[in-house]
């Protein structure tokens, strides 16, 4: 096996989903911007979640979001919803680990607040949990997913915003997000920091 020529390979599948997704998702991801910033300038917050990589991909959000992203400014209220072991687990074990994140909705999510739902598939049981529980709330959600969006695309309402990559490979699937998670922070602090 040629490991140079495996390697060239990833990068070039990488740049082709990309340029399929420049082509696609500019206007929701624009869309998905703008109901972030009208949640901030409200006064309200955004709570972030989603499963292994996902779950990074959360904690990437909201760290953007509480520290900063590329200029110097105040930090912004989001909350990754899958870094507090005891929460989970405690959850997890009381009730299901379908509840995971719904439960934490329950508790944090109030009206204005914006869901962001992190899912290769579309299909992860405890995030279809924590948007039925976050529309009850008067939340809206954004949806970031890949493949046919799964069981998720079916849940949205007409005010949320679903961004769909292109792709069936979950690692794919996974660079785009990074990179739409990064288009949202700097469009953030574009509009609410005139960068």
């Known amino acids: 096996m040629n490991l140079e020529h495996r390697i060239t390979e990833h990068f070039q599948h990488s740049i082709e989903i990309k340029q399929q997704a420049l082509k696609t998702l500019p206007a929701q991801i624009e869309k998905a911007a ?5 949640c901030l300038k409200d006064g309200h917050k955004i709570l972030v979640c989603g499963n292994g990589g996902s779950a990074g991909d959360a904690q990437h959000f909201s760290s953007e979001l509480i520290n ?3 200029i110097e400014r105040p930090g912004l209220p989001a909350i990754a919803l899958t870094t507090d072991s005891s929460t989970l687990t405690s959850i997890a074990n009381d ?3 379908d509840r995971v994140f719904s439960r934490q909705v329950e508790a944090l999510g109030h009206t204005g607040d914006v869901l962001l739902a992190i899912s290769t598939s579309g299909n992860s049981a405890n995030m279809m949990q924590a948007i039925l529980v976050a529309h009850g709330q008067g939340l809206q959600v954004v949806s970031l997913s890949g493949k046919d969006g799964g069981e998720t695309a079916s849940l949205l309402h007409d005010t949320d915003i679903e961004v769909r990559v292109p792709a069936d490979s979950t690692a794919r699937i996974q660079e785009v997000h990074l990179l739409i998670i990064h288009c949202l922070c700097d469009l953030i602090d574009q509009q609410l920091f005139h960068a």
């Open 34 to 38: 703008d109901m972030m910033i009208q």
């Open 68 to 70: 900063r992203f590329e």
């Open 95 to 97: 009730y299901h680990y």
